[in-house]
């Protein structure tokens, strides 16, 4: 069984449009994150959901706006694609502290 | 600041020990992580070390952490072709809360 799964692992979509990206987690963990991965595999965080309620929004643009509909949840939604927004994104999942996060297997978004 | 520094690229030998270092900024980090990448995969966790240690291992895996200079490193020993990947070390920030990671190492294993 998949700890993290997220769907799709691969987008591909024109600038302006608009999209989802979903994921799952099955290891009753009570936070959820959402993280982006540039060209360069730099890797930062977007966002952190605790209990369905967010804690952590680092300066990421209106455009991209995290539901999580229950603690198993976290889905991204993205409005008005841009070329900046290709990336990897990872969604992960861990306990409040934090002391062991699992990461998904990726989306990777190409925005043409 | 948060940034939290690696070197870019490490190539070593197949046998040999490779040794992956990682400079840190904040000192109040509970918990510090090294994670692995291989092509086209998510991220592995492989161990993490409490701040409050200053080794640990496991397996072929060692990890040193010197909290004085804010120096985490992560030896592999008898380093495998299938250790080739992208090592990021990450710290536990923001309270608590979140991870950051280091810009990556790329490591690269030869025959």
Not at chain 1, 8 to 34: A, F, R
Not at chain 1, 72 to 79: F, G, P, Y
Not at chain 1, 95 to 112: I, N, P, S
Not at chain 2, 101 to 106: A, N, V
Request: charged share 20%; hydrophobic share 30%.
């Amino acid at each position: 069984d998949t700890a993290v799964s997220q769907t799709p692992k691969y987008l591909v979509t024109q600038m302006g449009n608009d999209k989802s990206i979903k994921c799952e987690q099955n290891l009753g963990h009570d936070t959820m994150y959402w993280y982006k991965q540039d060209s360069k595999k730099f890797l930062k965080i977007m966002f952190s959901y605790n209990n369905k309620e967010l804690i952590i929004n680092e300066t990421v643009p209106n455009r991209f706006s995290p539901k999580s509909p229950d603690k198993a949840h976290l889905n991204l939604h993205i409005n008005s694609l841009e070329l900046g927004d290709s990336a990897v994104y990872f969604c992960a999942s861990s306990q409040m502290d934090v002391t062991e996060a699992f990461f998904g297997q990726g989306t990777r978004l190409t925005v043409v | 600041g948060e940034d939290v520094e690696q070197s870019l690229f490490l190539s070593v030998r197949e046998g040999d020990s490779s040794v992956i270092n990682c400079t840190y900024t904040d000192s109040s980090s509970t918990y510090l992580y090294w994670y692995k990448q291989e092509p086209g995969a998510g991220l592995q966790l492989l161990t993490y070390i409490f701040s409050n240690m200053d080794m640990k291992q496991d397996q072929r895996l060692t990890v040193l952490l010197n909290k004085k200079d804010k120096h985490l490193s992560l030896r592999i020993a008898d380093t495998q072709t299938g250790d080739s990947a992208i090592y990021f070390c990450a710290e536990l920030t923001g309270g608590g809360n979140k991870l950051t990671f280091g810009t990556g190492t790329q490591l690269k294993v030869e025959l």
